[in-house]
C-alpha cells in the first residue's frame, strides 16, 4: 500500500514556490501496493489538517478529564486527592473534637463553681445550675468564676465557731434554722468501711465497699445539685440537703438521678460501681458536708444502723 501526494493546481511552478506551504491543496491518495489500486484520497490543506489534529487532541483531553474528575478513577489518578468520603469524616472528626473541647472547658468550669459551692457561696451555686443546663450549648464566660470567694464564708466561719463551744462529739447539733440536724437518717449504703476519713491526704469521706451493683439510696430528703460523669471520680452524684448540708457519692457505676430531680430519703439514686482514674476497685466514696465543711460520716452510720 502507497500513499502518493499531489497538487490539485495549475498555477506555474514559480508561482508555486511564493506561495505558503499551507495554504496549498494537497491531495493524498492511498494505493494497494500489489495491484496499484486507489483505496482512498484525502483532500485538502495542510492547515486545515492542523486544525483537525488539534480539535481531536483537545476532545481527547477533554474526555480524559471528565473522566478523572466525575469518576472514582480520579483517586488513583490524581496524586494527594482527598476522597469525599475521607473529607466528611475529617468534618465529622473536627466537629466531635470541638464539642469534646466545649465540654471539657464546661465541665471544668463547673467542677470550679462546685468546689466553691461547698464551701458555702451561694453565687457560686447559682452559676452552676445555669453552666450545667443541658439544653445550653453556648460556653458560660469564664469572667464569672473570677467573682466567686475562695475562702471560708461567714457561714463557715460561724459554724466553726459554734462547733468549737459546744460538745465536739454530739451526735445531732442543729443548724441556724433550727430544723435540721447535722446528721442525716439513712445509710447512703448497706456495706463495710473499707478506708476512713483522712483530710490529711485529701481522702474528705468514707469509702463503702459492697456488690458491685448494690443501690446507692439518699441519706436525706434534698434535689440533686450534680449529675455528670468527671474523669477523676467517674460518675458522681451531689444532693443539697436542707440546713446547707450537702451528700456526695462517687465512682458509681450508674446515676439513677439527674440535676434539679427532687429525691426522698432512703431513695435509690446511683448504683455502686468502679469508674474514674482515682479507684482500684468497686466502691463508693462518701462526703457528708455541712456549711461548706466536710464533716467524718461515721459518727451518724452507727446512729442509723441502730
Known sequence: MQALVGRETSVPVADIRNMSLWKHRLRVTVFDESSYSEIRVFNGTPRNWAGWLALAVGLMMGLTYLTVAHTPLREWVVPGYVAESTREDMRETRAMADSL???????????????????????????????????????????????????AGEGEMALRSQ?????????????????????????????????????????????????????????????????????ETGYTLLIQHRGERVSVYKHCASLLKRQGD??????????????????????????????????DPTLWLGRVAE
Not at 203 to 230: K, M, N, R
Not at 269 to 278: F, Q
Open 262 to 295: 427532687l429525691v426522698s430519703g432512703g431513695e435509690a439514686v446511683a448504683l455502686m460501681g468502679n469508674t474514674g482514674e482515682l479507684t482500684t476497685g468497686p466502691h463508693l466514696h462518701f462526703e457528708w458536708w455541712v456549711r461548706g465543711r466536710p464533716l
Open 101 to 151: 473541647t466545649l465540654l471539657l472547658a464546661r465541665q471544668e468550669m463547673s467542677l470550679t463553681a462546685l468546689r466553691h459551692s461547698l464551701a458555702g457561696d451561694s453565687s457560686a451555686l447559682a452559676f452552676l445550675q445555669g453552666a450545667s443546663d443541658p439544653a445550653d450549648n453556648t460556653l458560660p464566660d469564664p469572667a464569672s468564676l473570677s467573682t466567686l470567694e475562695t475562702g
Open 163 to 231: 462547733i468549737d463551744q459546744e460538745d465536739r462529739f454530739a451526735l445531732q447539733r442543729k443548724s441556724s434554722d433550727g430544723n435540721a440536724s447535722i446528721g442525716f437518717p439513712f445509710l447512703p449504703l448497706a456495706g463495710s468501711i473499707s478506708s476512713g476519713m483522712d483530710v490529711g491526704i485529701g481522702h474528705l469521706g468514707i469509702d463503702l465497699v459492697a456488690p458491685e451493683g448494690t443501690a446507692v439510696q439518699a441519706v436525706d430528703d434534698g434535689s440533686v445539685l450534680f449529675s455528670s460523669y468527671t474523669v
